[in-house]
């Protein structure tokens, strides 16, 4: 068996038209649609995610502002310019770049964004909506393989889903956003037992991991939906954590780059402009 490889460029391709068209609807009304990007330090993966974001965004028509922070700067530097984008009425979407410089305390920085500004959906006010089952902002990647299975036509329901990765960005909310639609999920992770033999029962594999190919043959399902979250670096080259051999074994498989990464570019413009609405 040879899966099917999930087109996410293409997929993202029509969302992103579609929100272009919207995007311009809006602005002849006189609203601008206005991402405000935080950069804090060199990291040079943040520095192509934004430079990404921002192409997306100028794409699409939407404004975008990047705030670039010095490596150094203080906790106290960084809180004060999100005060300020939260008082700036021109902009509708605040989204900080992680991973911060370690000396800076993620969590405090989050939670003081607007939650109406939070196109990220990582404010606690987001992600508790989320699990009530009264979305609001919803995190981009997940949300991004949501759509995916969607155009993809294929059911969720009554399935079983297992989510590798237990983070606040992917492995949570994707793991709610499954739920949501009536899969029966099991959420693994670093200190999980058994794993392969979890991972076999998968009808859904979500690998959100941070290895690269982590996710071997061995542990797919025959025919199993198999969705690649990751992003790697490998020897310059950018591979995700499924095995390419998985390919023989799934049914359907996103590729890296190609998949779920275009996706998430593509509802951030989503987000942006319903902050905009
Ligand atoms: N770093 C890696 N992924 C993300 C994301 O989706 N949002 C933000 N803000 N930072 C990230």
């Known amino acids: 068996m040879s899966a099917i ?3 996410g460029r ?3 391709k029509a969302w992103k038209e579609k929100l272009a068209e919207q995007v311009a609807q809006k602005k002849r009304m006189g609203v601008t649609p206005h991402l405000a990007v935080v950069l804090v330090g060199e990291n040079p993966a943040s520095q192509v995610y ?23 700067c203080a906790q106290e530097e960084l809180e004060n310019v999100v005060r300020a984008l939260n008082a700036d009425d021109s902009v509708h979407g605040i ?10 305390d993620e969590a405090r920085v989050l939670a003081l964004i607007n939650p109406d500004k939070d196109v990220d959906g990582f404010h606690a006010m ?22 995916l299975l969607e155009a993809y036509d294929i059911p969720v329901e009554g399935k079983h889903a297992v989510v590798i990765g237990r983070s ?24 999980t037992q058994n794993l392969d033999e979890i991972t076999r029962q998968a009808d859904i594999l979500v690998a959100a991991v941070g290895k690269p190919g982590f996710v071997k043959p061995s542990m ?16 310059g080259k950018i591979v995700g954590d499924v095995a390419p051999e998985a390919a023989e074994v ?5 590729p890296v780059p190609g998949g779920v990464g275009q996706m998430t570019i593509a509802m951030l413009l989503a987000n942006t402009l319903e902050a905009a609405q």
Do not use: W, Y
């Open 5 to 7: 490889i999930m087109d």
């Open 95 to 104: 989204l900080v770049q992680l991973p911060l410089p370690g000396h800076l």
């Open 126 to 147: 987001n992600s508790g909506r989320l699990m009530n089952g009264q979305p609001r902002f919803v995190p981009c990647t997940p949300l991004g393989v949501m759509k």
């Open 10 to 12: 293409a997929v993202a």
């Open 50 to 72: 934004v430079r990404n974001k921002e192409n997306a965004c100028h794409k699409a028509g939407i404004r975008s502002t990047v705030i670039r922070l010095d490596e150094t």
């Open 220 to 235: 797919v399902k025959p025919g199993a939906v198999v969705i690649d979250v990751g992003i790697n670096r490998v020897d």
């Open 250 to 254: 799934a049914g359907f498989l996103t």
């Open 168 to 191: 606040n960005i992917v492995g949570k909310p994707m793991a709610m956003l499954l739920l949501a639609q009536n899969a029966t999920v099991t959420i693994c992770h670093s200190r």
